[in-house]
């Protein structure tokens, strides 16, 4: 996953943000909102290993086929450190991310890449949606929470690559920018409708976001966030040589 472009400067943190997990636990709702949280989080690195060693396959180059094999395996470590702490807090990893199983696959399901080209774009821009909704989320957490949060969406290399191969690949035959276009306007809105849903089906999570725990999301705040989200996305569009 890459380095977010609507980073802004650090703010001092209050309330939730300014704890530590063994304070901010003691809140039974805000507990079990961030194991819902982590659970979310990890399943969706175990997918995406799971999922760029399958695009691996579709690689046109052994070069392009180790460079997939090293991005991958660096999400399965971001994987094994989720569920290392999912551990450490007393809760059951695979019971935490299984009330997400589901709706990921569905996503990767219906987004199923269909080239090489589609696979790199689906992991640059669907990654990168889901990576900035997670950081505007990490900033509302406590300080343990939200460090390892912040690590495991480090950029794995991927956004640098797919940029480089997908604008070449425009280059050498424009016709393909108008495809890859739809395409990625397609994972933008499906991005955004998976995590809606996922969010919606777990009220300890749900209540977090919208303020009800921590120092969630007015709705206001909730309708900037989108516009972040959305303004980072043109900006990757922009890098891919993509109109949005």
Same mark, same amino acid.
């Given at each position: 996953?890459?380095?977010?472009?609507?980073?802004?400067?650090?703010?001092?943190?209050?309330?939730?943000?300014?704890?530590?997990?063994?304070?901010a636990s003691a809140e039974p709702?805000? %507990? /079990?909102? =961030?194991?819902?949280? &982590?659970?979310?989080?990890?399943? #969706?690195?175990? !997918?995406?290993?799971?999922?760029? @060693?399958?695009?691996?396959?579709?690689?046109?180059?052994?070069?392009?086929?180790?460079?997939?094999?090293?991005?991958?395996?660096?999400?399965?470590?971001?994987?094994?450190?989720?569920?290392?702490?999912?551990?450490?807090?007393?809760?059951?990893?695979?019971?935490?991310?299984?009330?997400?199983?589901?709706?990921?696959?569905?996503?990767?399901?219906?987004?199923?890449?269909?080239?090489?080209?589609?696979?790199?774009?689906?992991?640059?821009?669907?990654?990168?949606?889901?990576?900035?909704?997670?950081r505007e989320v990490a900033a509302?957490?406590?300080?343990?929470? %939200? /460090?390892? =949060?912040?690590?495991? &969406?480090?950029?794995?290399?991927? #956004?640098?690559? !797919?940029?480089?191969?997908?604008? @070449?690949?425009?280059?050498?035959?424009?016709?393909?920018?108008?495809?890859?276009?739809?395409?990625?306007r397609r994972l933008m809105g499906?991005?955004?409708?998976?995590?809606?849903?996922?969010?919606?089906?777990?009220?300890?999570?749900?209540?977090?976001?919208?303020?009800?725990?921590?120092?969630?999301?007015?709705?206001?705040?909730?309708?900037?966030?989108?516009?972040?989200?959305?303004?980072?996305?043109?900006?990757?569009?922009?890098?891919?040589?993509?109109?949005?």
């Open positions: 996953m890459e380095t977010p472009d609507n980073a802004t400067a650090a703010e001092e943190p209050t309330g939730i943000a300014a704890q530590d997990w063994a304070t709702q805000y %507990r /079990a909102a =961030v194991v819902d949280l &982590l659970g979310a989080l990890a399943y #969706g690195e175990l !997918a995406a290993f799971e999922r760029l @060693a399958e695009d691996a396959k579709l690689a046109p180059t052994l070069a392009d086929k180790a460079e997939l094999a090293k991005m991958a395996s660096a999400e399965f470590h971001h994987f094994e450190q989720l569920r290392d702490r999912l551990a450490a807090v007393d809760a059951e990893p695979t019971a935490a991310m299984e009330p997400f199983a589901k709706a990921l696959d569905d996503f990767h399901r219906q987004t199923a890449p269909s080239d090489w080209l589609e696979g790199l774009v689906k992991a640059y821009v669907g990654d990168s949606i889901a990576s900035d909704f997670y509302r957490l406590d300080s343990d929470t %939200r /460090a390892l =949060v912040l690590s495991v &969406l480090d950029d794995t290399g991927h #956004g640098n690559f !797919a940029v480089e191969k997908v604008r @070449a690949a425009i280059e050498a035959d424009p016709r393909v920018g108008g495809r890859l276009a739809l395409w990625a499906e991005a955004l409708s998976q995590a809606q849903r996922v969010v919606a089906e777990r009220d300890a999570l749900s209540t977090m976001l919208v303020g009800g725990v921590a120092d969630g999301f007015d709705l206001a705040e909730v309708g900037r966030m989108f516009s972040r989200i959305t303004e980072a996305h043109t900006k990757r569009m922009a890098a891919l040589g993509l109109a949005a």
